[in-house]
Protein backbone atom coordinates (compact mmCIF):
# COMPACT_ATOMS: atom_id res chain seq x y z
CA UNK A 1 0.00 0.00 0.00
CA UNK A 2 1.44 3.52 -1.19
CA UNK A 3 1.44 5.94 1.24
CA UNK A 4 3.08 9.03 1.24
CA UNK A 5 3.09 11.83 4.30
CA UNK A 6 3.98 15.08 3.94
CA UNK A 7 5.85 17.83 6.53
CA UNK A 8 7.25 21.03 6.90
CA UNK A 9 4.45 23.19 6.07
CA UNK A 10 4.60 27.03 8.22
CA UNK A 11 3.57 29.97 8.47
CA UNK A 12 6.05 31.88 7.09
CA UNK A 13 6.94 35.80 6.14
CA UNK A 14 7.62 36.78 2.43
CA UNK A 15 10.68 36.64 0.90
CA UNK A 16 11.58 33.41 3.67
CA UNK A 17 12.38 29.60 2.48
CA UNK A 18 10.90 26.34 3.87
CA UNK A 19 11.15 22.79 2.92
CA UNK A 20 9.10 20.28 2.68
CA UNK A 21 9.24 17.19 2.94
CA UNK A 22 7.56 13.26 1.58
CA UNK A 23 8.15 9.86 3.33
CA UNK A 24 6.94 7.41 1.25
CA UNK A 25 6.65 3.95 1.60
CA UNK A 26 4.77 0.73 0.39
CA UNK A 27 6.13 0.87 -2.89
CA UNK A 28 9.83 0.74 -4.88
CA UNK A 29 10.46 4.52 -4.24
CA UNK A 30 12.60 5.00 -7.38
CA UNK A 31 9.99 3.31 -9.58
CA UNK A 32 7.71 6.22 -9.71
CA UNK A 33 7.63 9.69 -11.37
CA UNK A 34 6.82 12.05 -8.24
CA UNK A 35 6.11 15.51 -7.88
CA UNK A 36 4.46 18.50 -5.86
CA UNK A 37 1.44 20.16 -6.45
CA UNK A 38 -0.53 22.92 -4.85
CA UNK A 39 -4.24 23.73 -4.24
CA UNK A 40 -5.31 27.38 -2.88
CA UNK A 41 -8.04 28.29 -1.16
CA UNK A 42 -11.17 28.16 -3.95
CA UNK A 43 -8.46 27.82 -6.74
CA UNK A 44 -8.11 24.34 -8.59
CA UNK A 45 -4.77 22.44 -8.04
CA UNK A 46 -1.50 23.33 -9.73
CA UNK A 47 0.97 21.60 -10.57
CA UNK A 48 4.44 22.93 -9.01
CA UNK A 49 7.58 20.10 -9.74
CA UNK A 50 8.38 16.69 -10.61
CA UNK A 51 11.12 14.31 -10.46
CA UNK A 52 10.99 11.65 -13.01
CA UNK A 53 13.20 8.39 -11.87
CA UNK A 54 16.27 9.34 -13.30
CA UNK A 55 16.55 12.34 -11.95
CA UNK A 56 15.40 14.87 -14.37
CA UNK A 57 13.29 17.88 -13.03
CA UNK A 58 10.73 19.96 -14.14
CA UNK A 59 8.69 23.36 -12.71
CA UNK A 60 6.19 25.38 -13.21
CA UNK A 61 6.77 28.88 -14.73
CA UNK A 62 5.92 30.35 -10.83
CA UNK A 63 8.17 28.37 -9.18
CA UNK A 64 11.22 28.24 -11.33
CA UNK A 65 14.35 29.60 -10.04
CA UNK A 66 13.17 29.27 -6.50
CA UNK A 67 11.90 25.90 -5.89
CA UNK A 68 13.76 23.19 -6.21
CA UNK A 69 12.73 18.92 -6.33
CA UNK A 70 14.98 16.61 -4.94
CA UNK A 71 14.63 12.95 -3.52
CA UNK A 72 16.71 10.52 -1.16
CA UNK A 73 16.50 7.23 -2.47
CA UNK A 74 18.00 6.30 0.80
CA UNK A 75 15.61 7.75 2.52
CA UNK A 76 12.23 7.26 0.02
CA UNK A 77 12.07 11.08 0.71
CA UNK A 78 10.62 13.57 -1.58
CA UNK A 79 11.84 17.34 -0.86
CA UNK A 80 10.46 20.64 -2.13
CA UNK A 81 12.99 23.74 -1.27
CA UNK A 82 11.14 27.21 -1.21
CA UNK A 83 13.18 30.04 -1.29
CA UNK A 84 11.97 33.23 -2.04
CA UNK A 85 8.43 32.37 -0.87
CA UNK A 86 5.42 35.16 -1.87
CA UNK A 87 2.11 35.02 -0.79
CA UNK A 88 0.82 33.80 -3.82
CA UNK A 89 2.46 30.51 -2.72
CA UNK A 90 0.09 30.43 -0.02
CA UNK A 91 -1.57 27.18 -0.42
CA UNK A 92 -2.20 23.44 0.77
CA UNK A 93 0.90 21.33 -0.64
CA UNK A 94 0.74 17.97 -1.81
CA UNK A 95 3.43 14.90 -2.64
CA UNK A 96 2.44 12.70 -5.19
CA UNK A 97 3.68 9.88 -7.16
CA UNK A 98 2.81 7.82 -10.41
CA UNK A 99 1.06 10.50 -12.57
CA UNK A 100 -0.64 9.93 -15.43
CA UNK A 101 2.60 11.55 -17.69
CA UNK A 102 5.58 12.59 -15.54
CA UNK A 103 4.75 16.47 -16.80
CA UNK A 104 4.03 18.97 -14.32
CA UNK A 105 1.00 19.39 -15.55
CA UNK A 106 -0.43 16.18 -15.10
CA UNK A 107 0.90 15.97 -11.20
CA UNK A 108 -2.49 16.60 -10.04
CA UNK A 109 -4.04 13.74 -11.48
CA UNK A 110 -1.28 11.53 -9.65
CA UNK A 111 -2.54 8.00 -8.96
CA UNK A 112 -1.09 8.55 -5.49
CA UNK A 113 -0.71 11.57 -3.13
CA UNK A 114 -0.37 12.16 0.41
CA UNK A 115 -2.96 14.56 2.94
CA UNK A 116 -1.19 17.65 2.61
CA UNK A 117 1.00 20.46 4.43
CA UNK A 118 -0.48 23.98 4.36
CA UNK A 119 2.22 26.52 3.49
CA UNK A 120 1.30 30.49 4.41
CA UNK A 121 2.98 33.45 3.44
CA UNK A 122 2.30 36.74 4.96
CA UNK A 123 3.18 40.05 2.72
Known amino acids: QVQLVESGGGSVQAGRSLRLSCAASGYTFNNYCMAWFRQALGKEREGVAIIDSDGSTSYADSVKGRFTISKDSAKNTLYLQMNSLKPEDTAMYYC?????????????????RGQGTRVTVSS
Open 96 to 112: AADPPACLVGYSKWSNY
